[in-house]
């Protein structure tokens, strides 16, 4: 059975779209850092990481929050298309691979919908993403917090090995990519760990873009009110100089960096 979600029209099995569930942290329905252009941002709640950085500690662990079915999650995001249609959806988190069948579900709505697909991701669980889930992926934003195996456990508490195999699947499938790496001084700013990631990366065919987010404390209350450690406290953000210094860090393998 299909039924018409919105105009202009998707067509949808109801059933499984209703028995899909997920756990919604918030909603951002007019980002515009999270893929080429304006963009409905739908952040889902759950990580497997504890990055020293996280902007969104509260969304860490098991998946909770809001509940909600594919199904009013794809009718909200298509009531903004004519807002976002050249930009798209991207669904980030927390870890959206910690709820695959959810995400599927609306990737395969909104591909349905022609609407532009982006999943911010680790990933980590990048193996939990089927070959028909990433089919409806246009663009992976992909997380790569550390090149270094040691530093990569300190920063996030996991191993690094399946963010990289996970690269190297995207790159076997021809899914663009866009890499994303925070600089934040005295914990992965190290010269050999940056080298080893432009080096990584400069491997890579299918990377678009590269860039370089300087580490900000917008999260540190959020620690506060949950009562919990901050480690990053004393850390100072990195100066425009270090930015330049990391950049031609990519640059010596000939990968631009932003």
């Not at 969304?59 to 999650?73: H, I, L, R, Y």
């Not at 990048?126 to 246009?138: I, M, P, S």
């Not at 090149?147 to 021809?174: C, H, I, Q």
């Not at 700013?189 to 580490?215: C, M, Q, T, W, Y």
Request: include cysteine; charge should be negative; hydrophobic fraction near 40%.
């Amino acid at each position: 059975m299909s039924i018409a979600l919105a105009e202009p029209e998707v067509a949808l099995s109801t059933e499984e779209m209703l028995q899909t569930q997920g756990h919604i942290h918030s909603v951002e329905t007019c980002g515009t850092v999270d893929g080429p252009g304006l963009r409905y941002v739908l952040f889902l709640h759950g990580c497997p990481l504890r990055c020293q950085y996280c902007h969104n500690p509260d969304a860490q662990g098991k998946p909770a929050g809001k509940v909600a079915t594919a199904w009013e999650a794809l009718a909200d995001i298509v009531k903004y298309k004519n807002f976002i249609k050249r930009g798209g959806l991207t669904i980030s988190g927390g870890e959206p691979l910690m709820q695959p069948d959810f995400i599927h579900a609306i990737f395969r709505g909104a591909k349905e919908a022609g609407l532009h697909t982006a999943l911010d991701t680790s990933g980590f669980l990048g193996y939990k993403a089927t070959d028909a889930l990433l089919e409806n992926v246009d663009l992976v934003l992909l997380d790569i917090k550390s090149y270094d195996p040691s530093t990569y456990k300190n920063v996030t508490g996991v191993e690094l090995s399946p963010t990289l195999a996970f690269a190297e699947r995207l790159d076997s499938l021809g899914i663009d990519v866009w890499i994303r790496f925070v600089l934040v001084p005295g914990l992965n700013d190290a010269e050999d760990n940056i080298d080893g990631l432009a080096r990584f990366v400069s491997s890579l065919g299918n990377v678009a873009k590269v860039e370089i987010l300087p580490f900000h404390k917008m999260g540190e209350s959020k620690y506060k009110q949950l009562n919990m450690p901050y480690k990053l406290a004393e850390t100072k953000e990195p100066t425009a100089e270090e930015v330049d210094r990391a950049r031609s860090i990519f640059a010596r393998h000939g990968v631009t960096a932003i």
